[in-house]
């Protein structure tokens, strides 16, 4: 959300149709669309940011991008536990950490120019 394409005025609302989480928070309607938390399509998008840049200008050899995702992921000291809630936790961890690491892959292999400095996970 940018001054651009987000009025002051319907920056509360915006906010909460960003976090509308199916099955926690209600889609939210503005401006005549439905919107709901951008994660649950596509938790990564560094394409837009990319191509605001390019469109601003930047050629891809300045633009450098810089990825902190916040997470927490923990693989077991053991190989096998006898909890399947445990099991099920620890195969979700590695599963997102994977995804993530997927999205980048693909950012990197989609603008093959811009410099992707620092990936921390």
């Known amino acids: 959300m940018t001054e651009k394409n987000t009025p002051f005025d319907n920056l509360a609302q915006s906010c909460m149709s960003s976090a509308s ?4 928070f209600p889609p939210q309607q503005l401006n005549g669309y439905v919107f709901m938390d951008g994660g649950t399509v ?3 998008n560094l394409s837009t940011a990319v191509q605001q840049c390019l469109d601003d200008g930047f050629t891809s ?3 450098i991008v810089d990825v902190a995702i916040c997470g927490y992921t923990s693989f077991p000291e053991t190989d096998i536990e006898k909890n399947s809630m445990k099991n099920w936790q620890t ?9 993530n690491s997927n ?6 292999k989609a603008y093959p120019g811009i ?3 620092y990936n921390f996970q």
């Open 42 to 44: 596509w938790n990564l």
């Open 61 to 63: 050899e300045n633009i």
């Open 115 to 117: 410099n992707m400095r």
């Open 21 to 24: 989480i199916p099955g926690v």
């Open 91 to 99: 195969a979700r961890s590695v599963r997102d950490y994977y995804l």
């Open 103 to 108: 999205s980048l892959w693909e950012q990197a």
